[in-house]
């Protein structure tokens, strides 16, 4: 997976709906309705998460007995692709 943590875009307006998320983006006057398991992807995506954690998450969230890489990588690409999470590359810790 990518070594870069996800990070939510700036500005969104966020909503919980009873199904997930209802996301505004003012940028691209935008509204977004993200599904229950897309809400948990997005949520995670503080800039503290690399994708592999995200994906640990997810399968914790969901009782799963493997990581859902595959899952959370789908996901994640989606909601970069609607402009809702960027990528931070993570901070060099070894110097």
Request: hydrophobic share 40%; aromatic share 4%; glycine share 6%.
């Amino acid at each position: 997976m990518d070594t870069s943590n996800p990070i939510r875009s700036a500005g969104l307006e966020v909503e919980e709906a009873e199904d997930g998320l209802v996301v505004f983006d003012p940028h691209t006057e935008t509204v977004h309705h993200l599904n229950p398991a897309a809400s948990v992807i997005f949520d995670l995506c503080d800039g503290s998460r690399d994708p592999d954690a995200v994906a640990a998450l997810l399968a914790e969230v969901y009782e799963l007995d493997v990581p859902a890489e595959e899952d959370a990588a789908a996901g994640l690409r989606e909601l970069a692709q609607r402009g809702l999470i960027r990528w931070q590359p993570q901070e060099d810790t070894t110097g």
